[in-house]
């Protein structure tokens, strides 16, 4: 009796990982049923996968600048997350994944699924992505500043630094107007 009633419980997580942002819409297909079936063998339920499509990473992962993003909400138990995590590690086109607790002891009888919500969608990436990402870039002034640009702002700072070199030795060798070599200026008369 008492595992009848703790089958009915377990923890919400999700998980959202990051394919390679090459990836064709047929592997990535391949990916997400397999992280489906890897749920569906540990008796998880699946409650939500949603493709947040390409979007721009922090910072280089893998020598990649950009990710096409996976998110998937579930109701498991027991070792579903490592076994979903173990399954995810074994494929190439996945450079990271993170999966978060977001409440303990849920009662699965409960929660209701929508057939929408956990449709497997093939994810189908063009360069309007990546145009996307540069004009958000550019809108919030974070774009590079071009090489010209760059360029010049270096050999502007290399003549300045310059020039104060020459002007330091030739200020030191200047002589002083004082006369009690303290080096305090003359007073003024009033």
């Given at each position: ?54 979007r721009r990473l922090a910072y280089p992962i893998a020598k990649q600048r ?35 607790v977001l409440a303990k002891d849920v009662d699965v009888t409960s929660v ?79």
């Amino acid at each position: 009796m008492a595992t009848e009633a703790r089958s009915t419980r377990a923890s919400d997580y999700e998980t959202v990982f990051i394919l390679r942002p090459d990836i064709d819409g047929e592997a990535s297909e391949k990916v997400i049923s397999r992280a489906i079936s890897s749920l569906e063998s540990t008796g998880a339920k699946l409650t939500k996968i949603e493709s947040w499509g390409k979007r721009r990473l922090a910072y280089p992962i893998a020598k990649q600048r950009k990710g096409v993003y996976v998110y998937m909400r579930y109701l498991g138990a027991g070792g579903t997350v490592a076994e979903l995590e173990r399954n995810l590690r074994m494929l190439d086109t996945v450079i990271r994944h993170m999966t978060v607790v977001l409440a303990k002891d849920v009662d699965v009888t409960s929660v209701t699924v929508d057939p929408e919500e956990v449709k497997v969608r093939r994810i189908e990436l063009s360069a309007e992505d990546d145009e996307r990402d540069e004009s958000y870039e550019a809108q919030l002034g974070l774009a590079d500043e071009p090489r010209r640009d760059r360029d010049r702002d270096r050999d502007r700072d290399r003549d300045r630094d310059r020039d104060r070199e020459q002007a330091a030795p030739a200020a030191a060798e200047a002589p002083k107007d004082s006369d009690d070599g303290a080096g305090a200026p003359p007073a003024a008369e009033a």
